[in-house]
Every structure is written in C-alpha cells, then in structure tokens.
C-alpha cells in the first residue's frame, strides 16, 4: 500500500510523468506495483555531504567500490589462486571456478552488500528482520578479529623484507657459512673413494666426519634429506628461527615485534578516522596492486623460460573434472576469495547511500577479483618457468602455495634477475598493499560492530576505540612473533577462517530467503535500485533457496569427509595442537546458538511458541535508517515510517501515520508475512 494521509512529501504521480529508472531528477521517483510515487527527498548524490548524518557514510564516489575491491584481491589472490590451478588441472579448474562463482560467490556477495546498504548496520546489529540469526553477526566480528591478528603478522613480514631489500645485495642471494644443507655449502657432487670420500646410503658424502654434499638426490630424499636454497634458509633461520614444533615456542624475536608493531601503526592512522581515512587510503592501496602486478608480467615474459611456466598453470588436464576435490577447491577458493561471510561486506556497504548501486558494484568486484586471481597466477608461473629453467628441474619442483611462495620462492626468483633490489622492492610493497587493504576492512568489521551496540555513546570516540583495538590485538599477535610463531600463524589460518565460515555462509542464505522471504528482500533491494524487484531476480532467488545452501552443505561435508590431521611442510601438528585449533572453530559457530538461547530465556515473553515468533519476525525498527527513505516502502502493509516517534493517545501523527491504518501501524513489522 502507498503512504498516504496529510503528508505533502509524498505524492501519486501518473506513470508517465517522471523517468522512474532516472536517480538525477528533481524528486526521486519510485516505481511499485500500485502506482509511481515521488518523494522530495532526492538520493544524494554531493559527496561532501552525508546522507546519514549519525553514521556517516562514503566521502567520494569510489570509496566503497575500492575498498570492496581492496578487501576482495587479497594476498590469497597471489599466493593462493595459481598453485590451486595448477594443482588440479591447469585451465580446466576455471570450469568449477566460474560455475562456483555464479551459483555461490556472487550470490552472496550481492545479499551481504544489499543486507548492509539497505539497513545501514554492521554485521551485529543488522539481523533485525529476525533477530533470532543475531548470532551469525557475532560469528562474523570473531571471525575477522582471528584473522586480524594473524594478517597484520604477514603484513608485517612484508615490511621485514621491503626494509631488507634497500640493499646493494639482497641477504638471500647466497648462503650463510652457518646454514649447514644450504645449497652452497651443500652441493650435489660425486663421492669418489679414491679421493678419500665416503658415500653413504642415505645418498650423502662424508670426507671423514666432515659432511660435505650428496651424491644422490632421490637416495637423499627418500631419507628427509634434501638441499635447501639460501631464500628458504633465510626465511626459516633468521626472519622466523623457526623452532621444531608449535611444543617449542621459544622467546620473541624483537626484529619481528617491531615489524608487526609498525603494521599495526600503520593501520591506525590509517583507520582513526574510520570511513573517512581509510576510504581515501584505498585510492592507492586498490589500484598500486594492479600497476606492480602488470610491470611484473611484462617483465616475466621477457625472461627465459616463461613459456614453459605459464604453459604449465594453463595446461588443461580434463580428466580432473572427475574429482570432487576439484570443485571442492574451487568453491572454498571463491568463498574465502570474495571475503563472503566474514562482516566485511556488510560493514562496508553498511556506510553506503541508501541508493547506491550495490548490484553493480557486486558484478565488477566478484568479476574483478577473479579475473586478478587469473592474471596473478601468469605473472607467477612466468618468474617460476625461468627460475626452473636456471634451476635444471621442472616447474613442479618449484611451485607452492602460502608463504613458501611468497617469502621463499619469489625472493630467490628476484635474485636471478639484473637489479634485484628494485624488483624485491616493488614485490614487497605490492605484497603490502594487497594486505593492508583487506585489513582495513577486517579492523573496520569489528570497529564498526562495536560502535553500532552503543552508537550514541562509541561513535564520538571513534579514534580511541581503534587505538584501544590495535593495541590490544598487537599483544595477542605477540604470539606470532616466537621463534614457533609460524606454527600458531598456520593453525589460525586453518581453523579461524576454515568450516566455520562456510557454516555462517549456510545459515545467511537460510534466513534471508526462508525466514525473511526472498521475494520480500527482492522488493528492498529493487527499493534501492529503483524497480520493483532487484535484477535478474529469478536467479538470485534460485541460488539463494536453493543452489547455494546445497553447494555450501557438500563442500562443509566433504570437507569433513575428506579430513585430515594438519600438517605444515614435513611437521605434523599433535593432537592437543589441532584441538586447539578446532576450539577456535566452535568459539566461532557457539555464538549462533547461545545468543538466540539467550534471547528466548533473558529478552521474550510469552509462551515457547511466542518467544520463538517474535524473534524470527522483524521489529519495528527494522528497515531503512532513514525516515525518508522508510517513506518509500510501500509494499508492506503497516509498516512504520517513524519508528522513534512517539503516538499520541489519538494516534493523530500526519508527518507519517496515516489515521485510517492506525491500528495496522501499532501492530507495525511483526504482523507482516515475510513472504510478501
């Protein structure tokens, strides 16, 4: 139904009248299924000036979109896209990554950037059209705190380096005198008896006691004996000294406390404004990634060897398709790429314009970010190529994923190349951008969260909270910076950000398309765009029902089929270690189901029946945060333009409240089928 009654601002209009797909005429005009309505209060399109002047919204045109994009091309887009390819298949993996990305990437994307934009909340405070999933907010704030603290520990390894390689020499060009199986002072070589060698069985040469080298490479590695190059020798010995197991985490090595500390420095100050610091920061952070990327490329295809490297990610191997770890892969690889159900979209779109194309801005950074991934993955395989070709082995023996690929192999392809500071520079600080931009937005999902429980009291102490964050999850990160930091690093990145991610992707779908009514959040959606339902609707009503909660479910399951006890290189992890581990899974998941157990016992009234239906019902307040926009959202009947204001005993409010549905007013959201 329409809004009708004593109030001016909202007018019926013939259908011809105004342009209902325009955003830039006089007065906004919205098209529904009764009939056009014009509005005065036109989207705001002067970007010195906030739409929602309490919370603030994006200060320029690109901000949002650049930080979705900084926060979606990631580290992961580096070092873990192109091994995933080349693992499973070459070119053909790009068959159940895009197919992965249509029916479960982008669709949540959009529903996480449409949740945030249409109810301007974080990710805690915007379950109020069933508060009874209040804890997937919860799940999401502690997912990207975890996170957080790891990922400022690899921003600061980035810094580590970029300072080490304002050098003539690079420190890992050539091994130490001290690094016993570098491969220097470690060679291949023969054993001749004559000259007094000993050749042992497990393929080394002794002259005396003297280890000398190996004589056989497979003999030595069957044995866990293997040469090691002066790039991994440096990583392993004097950035991390590395202890043998996450049972020995030694002391803190001051030079990685000091790294870690200025990335966190460097986070502050570049989120102590919120919004209105970090939105400017993105302009570089977003777009230096994709300048060092594409001077990289063109220097990877003048090096020998390149064809052979990029032939080898590109090589397509169909009979993968087979294999259900294939599109397992490919599925996680798109969720944790996109940064789907951590908070971050929501707490991002959460600040934009109520009128903001979401849609559009959903399509290009899923788009984007894939496309990254691929491109990422030629600049890659282009260094390893020539790096096997100098090397004499294959590409395979070369190619990892992680940190290895990083701060190991990376480092010793640069080595190789004519100036190798410079490009060791440029490397690290792209390596820097890519991690800082994503988290900006991980820091900005908890700050956010925490200033939406207390707006009125947090929000004007907005730079003290972020202080009081940063500081605080510097000393937690501490752990990191021990001499088995490196193992602690592991064990988040597998357990904080693992199953439990996709449990909260699951229950996201479940309670936007069953519990709220998918059709009902087409309509709010469209409300933003300015048609009647959102884009292409059938299809994103099909995967949010049905295709995406089922893809979801058989990765979660086959992903627990399918497990096995963690490992990182040769260690493996012991039992109490991965417990650990899995408590930081439940830590995550608990709240999603205590919080609805505390809100049945501690906030409802009524019986068991009732108590339930209040909390999947929305409140009053649920809804647009702006009265003007609230104004436009005809569709359901009763609902509240004005939730903060108070009727008086005859009901006689003219500004929003139309006399004659006074009484479907009191009743407000929660006599709505969420259907409708």
């Not at 990877?300 to 397992?328: A, C, M, Q, R």
Request: hydrophobic share 45%.
């Amino acid at each position: 139904m329409g809004i009708t009654g004593n109030d001016e601002s909202v007018q019926p209009l013939g259908y011809n009248q105004k342009d209902p797909a325009s955003f830039n005429n006089e007065a906004y005009i919205h098209s529904t299924a009764s009939g056009v309505y014009q509005t005065t209060t036109k989207p705001t399109t002067d970007f010195s000036q906030d739409e929602n002047k309490e919370r603030g919204n994006w200060s320029g045109r690109f901000d949002f979109f650049l930080s979705c994009l900084g926060y979606a091309v990631g580290l992961g887009n580096v070092w873990r896209f192109p091994y995933l390819c080349y693992q499973n298949g070459g070119g053909v993996f790009f068959i159940p990554y895009v197919i992965m990305l249509f029916l479960v990437g982008i669709p949540i994307f959009f529903l996480e950037l449409s949740l945030g934009q249409f109810s301007s909340q974080g990710p805690l405070t915007c379950w109020k059209f069933s508060r009874i999933f209040n804890g997937l907010g919860y799940g999401m704030v502690i997912v990207s705190a975890l996170v957080g603290i790891y990922y400022n520990m690899i921003i600061g390894w980035s810094l580590y380096y970029l300072f080490a390689s304002f050098t003539d020499k690079l420190p890992w060009e050539h091994c130490d005198p001290s690094w016993q199986f570098c491969n220097e002072n470690f060679p291949l070589m023969s054993c001749n008896s004559t000259m007094g060698l000993n050749a042992y069985d497990n393929g080394t040469c002794y002259n005396g006691t003297d280890l000398l080298g190996i004589w056989d490479k497979k003999i030595a590695a069957n044995n866990s004996i293997k040469q090691i190059s002066p790039s991994e020798e440096y990583f392993n010995k004097v950035v991390l000294g590395i202890s043998e197991g996450v049972h020995d985490m030694g002391g803190i090595r001051w030079q990685l406390a000091l790294s870690l500390l200025l990335a966190w420095i460097i986070v502050f100050f570049c989120l102590m404004k919120g919004i209105k610091s970090s939105g400017k920061v993105v302009y570089f952070t977003a777009v230096f990634p994709y300048v060092v990327l594409i001077i990289l490329f063109v220097k990877g295809l003048t090096l020998d060897g390149h064809k052979e490297g990029i032939e080898f990610y590109l090589n397509p191997d169909y009979s993968k398709l087979l294999e259900p770890k294939v599109w397992k892969d490919a599925a996680v690889q798109i969720f944790f790429s996109l940064g789907a159900s951590w908070g971050g979209l929501i707490a991002l779109s959460s600040y934009n314009r109520f009128h903001n194309n979401c849609f559009r801005d959903a399509l290009i950074v899923s788009l984007g970010n894939c496309v990254t991934s691929f491109f990422a993955g030629l600049v890659i395989f282009s260094y390893l190529g020539f790096m096997a070709l100098k090397q004499g082995v294959e590409v395979s023996d070369v190619a990892t994923d992680g940190p290895g690929l990083a701060f190991i192999v990376y480092p010793e392809a640069v080595t190789l190349l004519p100036g190798a500071p410079f490009w060791s520079i440029l490397f690290f600080f792209m390596l820097l951008t890519l991690g800082l931009d994503s988290q900006f937005t991980l820091m900005e999902t908890v700050l956010t969260s925490i200033m939406d429980l207390y707006p009125k009291v947090l929000r004007p102490k907005k730079t003290w909270i972020i202080l009081a964050l940063c500081i605080t999850m510097y000393f937690l990160g501490l752990t990191m910076c021990t001499n088995g930091g490196m193992y602690m690093l592991q064990l988040m990145d597998t357990y904080a950000g693992g199953w439990a991610v996709l449990f909260i992707g699951l229950l996201e779908t479940i309670c936007i398309a069953h519990v709220y009514g998918a059709k009902r959040f087409m309509k709010d959606i469209g409300l933003m765009l300015g048609v009647e339902y959102a884009y292409g609707w059938p299809y994103w009503m099909a995967c949010w029902m049905a295709l995406s909660p089922v893809l979801i479910t058989a990765v979660m399951l086959f992903s627990w089929i399918k497990y096995t006890p963690m490992k990182y290189g040769d260690y493996q992890y012991p039992a109490w270690a991965e417990g650990l581990g899995w408590c930081m899974s439940l830590f995550v998941v608990l709240p999603i189901f205590v919080v609805p157990i505390y809100l049945l016992i501690a906030k409802t009234k009524g019986s068991f029946s009732e108590r339930v239906l209040s909390l999947v019902r929305p409140t009053e307040d649920w809804g647009p945060a702006l009265v003007q926009h609230r104004q436009l959202v005809t569709y359901i009947p009763g609902f509240i333009v004005d939730p903060t204001e108070q009727l008086d005993e005859n009901l006689n409010s003219p500004k929003t409240i139309p006399l004659e549905n006074k009484q479907v007013f009191k009743f407000s959201n929660q006599h709505i089928n969420s259907n409708v």
